[in-house]
């Protein structure tokens, strides 16, 4: 197990642009005592009331969103560029199926009640403040509609309060 420290939201300068859309991460939260995680590339970070905040969106059918639901934290884990195949395989298969961090040999740690993993090099700890349904209405261009959502699965949005921002040493 590596060393973790805390540093402050004010002192990370990582690109968030860069974290989210081109090197991703993996959503993990904690239901009935077992971990499950998904790869996202879609989300941000910014400050809503007042708040340093992260946002994340998931669709209805990821087994993920149902731990997502049931727990009140969540971290956000990233990685570094040595894991990319892990991290697509981790977006491809469900925790339905299998148990995903066991076939990859991810190690769970614990910021209190929140799920991170010792092999990323950066974990946000984050509880949830806000949770919304994408509407088709709400969506102005309507090519967005047609290009991401042809099943009708509308994202679920969640914004976390970020608690911590932990750096691997």
Same mark, same amino acid.
């Given at each position: 197990?590596?060393?973790?420290?805390?540093?402050?939201?004010?002192?990370?300068?990582?690109?968030?642009?860069?974290?989210?859309?081109?090197?991703?991460?993996?959503?993990?939260?904690?239901?009935?005592?077992?971990?499950?995680?998904?790869?996202?590339?879609?989300?941000?970070?910014g400050? %809503?009331? +007042?708040? *340093?905040?992260?946002?994340?969106?998931?669709? =209805?059918?990821?087994?993920?969103?149902?731990?997502? $639901? &049931?727990?009140?934290?969540?971290?956000?884990?990233?990685?570094?560029?040595?894991?990319?195949?892990?991290?697509?395989y981790?977006?491809?298969?469900?925790?339905?199926q299998?148990?995903?961090?066991?076939?990859?040999g991810?190690?769970?740690?614990?910021?209190?009640?929140?799920?991170?993993?010792?092999?990323?090099?950066?974990? %946000?700890? +984050?509880? *949830?403040?806000?949770?919304?349904?994408?509407? =088709?209405?709400?969506?102005?261009?309507?090519?967005? $509609? &047609?290009?991401?959502?042809?099943?009708?699965?509308y994202?679920?949005?969640?914004v976390?309060?970020?608690?911590?921002v932990?750096?691997?040493?």
């Open positions: 197990m590596k060393a973790w420290k805390e540093v402050s939201p004010e002192q990370w300068t990582e690109n968030a642009f860069t974290l989210i859309g081109k090197e991703w991460m993996l959503v993990a939260a904690e239901k009935d005592g077992r971990v499950n995680a998904m790869t996202a590339g879609w989300g941000g970070l400050i %809503l009331w +007042g708040k *340093k905040v992260a946002f994340i969106f998931i669709r =209805p059918q990821r087994f993920t969103k149902e731990f997502v $639901d &049931a727990a009140d934290t969540l971290s956000l884990t990233f990685f570094g560029p040595e894991y990319r195949e892990m991290l697509g981790m977006g491809r298969v469900s925790g339905r299998e148990d995903k961090i066991q076939h990859e991810l190690t769970v740690l614990h910021q209190g009640e929140t799920p991170y993993f010792d092999e990323a090099r950066l974990a %946000l700890i +984050g509880r *949830k403040i806000y949770v919304q349904d994408m509407k =088709p209405e709400c969506i102005l261009d309507p090519k967005d $509609d &047609a290009q991401w959502y042809e099943e009708k699965d994202h679920t949005m969640y976390v309060e970020l608690e911590k932990l750096e691997a040493e």
